[in-house]
């Protein structure tokens, strides 16, 4: 009886509320609030900046309380704003749950921009889009490669909607989906010459070592390893490119640190070769599918559950190949 009496209400209030309140200004309060400015909600909602002052300004006077402050630097919420932003997300998510309990998953439509990190791209971001593909065939992906850095930021200032990087990302209201798991590896062209191994950090730091752009976790973790062994000025190469640091790699620069994960080819055919340094374990990288939570979220966590699934079969494919 609770349940059914709950899903009475909601009905009720949906029958009710745009008597009282349009659920527009009540959809546009709550992307200025989130995204800062009357421009960047515009451009969300598809619409025009009067009419976003115009719906701020009704949704005001139907409520009697002053949401926003208004200077030269933008827009910020009032204490009462404040107070209200959490009904109106409510109110957001329910219309949103609502919408998607009276139609079919496959028929899930519109845009998603997703930003990936090419450790990814190059190893089951393809099998997710044919997935996606087959089981929302009206869903649309804006597909970005970059950074983990720079996905982050480019998900708090929601400008994509999914991420898969290097995570998790903790902050409010943002959700982590475990997706896999890469350790990283020591690699070399056979033509370069190092000498006997297990190789010491003292030799390894002689040359340049390739990795991951400077502002990522490997990148950092190496560093400070060649550091602490007294090589007091390493030089490294971190490039975003992974197919630019396995190109300097075979080309005989120096060492790299990478996940070998989608190196089977390189190395099978010897054009590469994992190496054994006297050195602490690199850490692994950890993969994660991050969204901001919101009633326009259901789409990237649909995208996100199909690739921790694509993940998982990624791997358990390659395990009887990996012996690691």
Same mark, same amino acid.
């Given at each position: 009886?609770? %349940? !059914?009496?709950?899903?009475?209400?909601?009905?009720?209030?949906? @029958?009710?509320?745009?008597?009282?309140?349009?659920?527009?200004?009540?959809?546009?309060?709550?992307?200025?609030?989130?995204?800062?400015?009357?421009?960047?909600?515009?451009?969300?909602?598809?619409?025009?900046?009067? =009419?976003?002052?115009? %719906?701020?300004?009704?949704?005001?006077?139907?409520?009697?309380?002053?949401?926003?402050e %208004?200077?030269?630097?933008?827009?910020?919420?009032?204490?009462? $704003?404040?107070?209200l932003?959490?009904?109106?997300?409510?109110?957001?998510?329910?219309?949103?749950?609502?919408?998607?309990?009276?139609?079919?998953?496959?028929?899930?439509?519109?845009t998603?921009?997703?930003?990936?990190?090419e450790?990814?791209?190059?190893?089951?971001?393809?099998?997710?889009?044919?997935? *996606?593909?087959?089981?929302?065939?009206?869903?649309?992906?804006?597909?970005?490669?970059?950074?983990?850095?720079?996905?982050? =930021?480019?998900?708090? =200032?929601?400008?994509i909607?999914?991420?898969?990087?290097?995570?998790? *990302?903790?902050?409010?209201?943002?959700?982590?989906?475990?997706?896999?798991t890469?350790?990283?590896?020591?690699?070399?062209?056979?033509?370069? !010459?190092?000498?006997?191994?297990?190789?010491?950090?003292? @030799?390894i730091?002689?040359?340049?070592?390739?990795?991951?752009?400077s502002?990522?976790?490997?990148y %950092?973790a190496?560093?400070?390893?060649l550091?602490?062994?007294?090589?007091?000025?390493?030089?490294?190469?971190?490039?975003?490119?992974?197919?630019?640091?396995?190109?300097?790699?075979? !080309?005989?620069?120096?060492?790299?640190?990478?996940?070998?994960?989608?190196?089977?080819?390189?190395?099978? @055919? $010897?054009?590469?070769?994992?190496?054994?340094?006297? =050195?602490?374990?690199?850490?692994?990288?950890?993969?994660?599918?991050?969204?901001?939570e919101?009633? !326009?979220?259901?789409?990237? @966590?649909?995208?996100?559950?199909?690739?921790?699934?694509?993940?998982?079969?990624?791997?358990?494919?390659?395990?009887?190949?990996? $012996?690691?």
């Amino acid at each position: 009886m609770g %349940r !059914d009496a709950s899903a009475y209400n909601a009905v009720s209030l949906f @029958r009710i509320l745009p008597q009282l309140i349009d659920l527009r200004h009540i959809e546009t309060f709550f992307w200025v609030a989130n995204l800062g400015s009357f421009r960047a909600a515009s451009e969300k909602l598809n619409t025009t900046q009067p =009419a976003i002052s115009q %719906r701020i300004a009704s949704l005001e006077g139907d409520l009697g309380v002053r949401l926003f402050e %208004r200077d030269a630097r933008g827009v910020t919420l009032t204490g009462k $704003g404040q107070e209200l932003l959490s009904h109106a997300e409510r109110m957001l998510q329910m219309r949103a749950d609502m919408m998607q309990a009276a139609r079919e998953q496959n028929v899930m439509s519109g845009t998603v921009r997703m930003g990936v990190a090419e450790t990814i791209v190059q190893t089951w971001l393809p099998a997710l889009i044919e997935h *996606v593909h087959t089981a929302y065939p009206a869903l649309v992906l804006q597909i970005e490669v970059d950074t983990t850095h720079v996905l982050r =930021a480019q998900l708090l =200032a929601r400008q994509i909607d999914l991420a898969f990087l290097m995570g998790p *990302v903790r902050e409010a209201r943002v959700e982590n989906l475990p997706l896999c798991t890469y350790p990283l590896a020591w690699v070399a062209s056979p033509r370069l !010459d190092l000498g006997p191994e297990p190789l010491t950090m003292e @030799r390894i730091g002689q040359l340049p070592v390739i990795t991951y752009p400077s502002s990522s976790s490997p990148y %950092r973790a190496v560093q400070d390893m060649l550091m602490r062994a007294g090589v007091a000025a390493p030089r490294m190469y971190g490039s975003a490119s992974l197919s630019m640091v396995v190109r300097m790699t075979m !080309d005989c620069i120096g060492t790299s640190v990478i996940a070998p994960v989608f190196l089977d080819k390189e190395l099978a @055919r $010897g054009e590469l070769r994992l190496l054994h340094v006297q =050195a602490e374990p690199l850490p692994d990288l950890a993969f994660t599918a991050t969204w901001v939570e919101g009633p !326009d979220s259901h789409a990237a @966590r649909a995208i996100a559950r199909l690739a921790q699934r694509i993940a998982a079969e990624h791997e358990r494919a390659r395990s009887p190949r990996s $012996g690691t």
